[in-house]
């Protein structure tokens, strides 16, 4: 028997453009288990970023349901919403999106801090991370001092240092050259291996060989 950290239930989402209504997402299932490595592939423009949004609760479907362990939770609050995602969910985008005021080792830090850990105890659990990803020696560095690669593996440091359940990617490599794309997808896949829960989504098929289950979204719905 299974036992889903994320279970998606019918979800349907659509968008208005003018007059027209876009149906996006045409019911779709989906179940997230622990140490999974899901690729979901798809062309630009098909709703793989909507649907990692709607998995991340960062965007409500139109119907159907979301499913944290036991707990549906489409109809919570943004409040709740913003709780859930902060202690359960890590994401990494295409742009890293750290803030250029602040050095590695302070955007990673910034989650235990918006969750009331001191700064002494969140900076040493910051630095271990940083040093588990080969970022010992850049953590005082701005994110104009790294390379691409270096930003993207601070933004994965930041999704993971809360200790999520799940870590979900949308188009992580889109940014990368081909040596530094594939430096990150080896350090996703040693993740997984070491226990780490991955939804990835991309257009590049190449990316295929690393999934432990592959998805097509294909007219608003997947197919394994």
Not at 76 to 88: F, G, I, M, Q, V
Not at 199 to 204: F, G, R
Request: proline share 4%.
């Amino acid at each position: 028997m299974s036992d889903p950290i994320v279970r998606l239930a019918g979800i349907k989402k659509s968008y208005r453009s003018g007059e027209v209504l876009l149906d996006v997402l045409k019911g779709v299932d989906l179940e997230i288990n622990r140490g999974d490595f899901i690729g979901i592939m798809g062309p630009s423009g098909s709703g793989k970023s909507t649907l990692l949004s709607i998995i991340g609760t960062l965007e409500k479907p139109d119907e159907g349901e979301v499913f944290y362990g036991d707990k549906a939770i489409t109809s919570l609050d943004d409040e709740a919403l913003s709780r859930l995602r902060n202690r359960r969910i890590g994401f990494v985008f295409q742009f890293h999106n750290l803030l250029p005021e602040f050095n590695a080792l302070e955007n990673v830090m910034l989650p235990l801090l918006i969750k009331g850990e001191s700064r002494s105890k969140a900076g040493k659990r910051v630095g271990e991370l940083l040093e588990k990803l080969g970022l010992s020696g850049r953590s005082h560095h701005y994110p104009s001092e790294l390379s691409g690669g270096e930003r993207q593996r601070v933004a994965v440091a930041r999704a993971l240092i809360n200790g999520p359940d799940v870590l979900l990617a949308d188009e992580p490599t889109g940014n990368l050259d081909r040596k530094n794309a594939d430096m990150l997808m080896d350090l996703l896949l040693r993740l997984n291996e070491e226990g780490t829960t991955i939804v990835l989504v991309t257009h590049n098929e190449q990316l295929g060989k690393y999934f432990k289950a592959t998805y097509h979204l294909v007219d608003g719905r997947l197919v394994k």
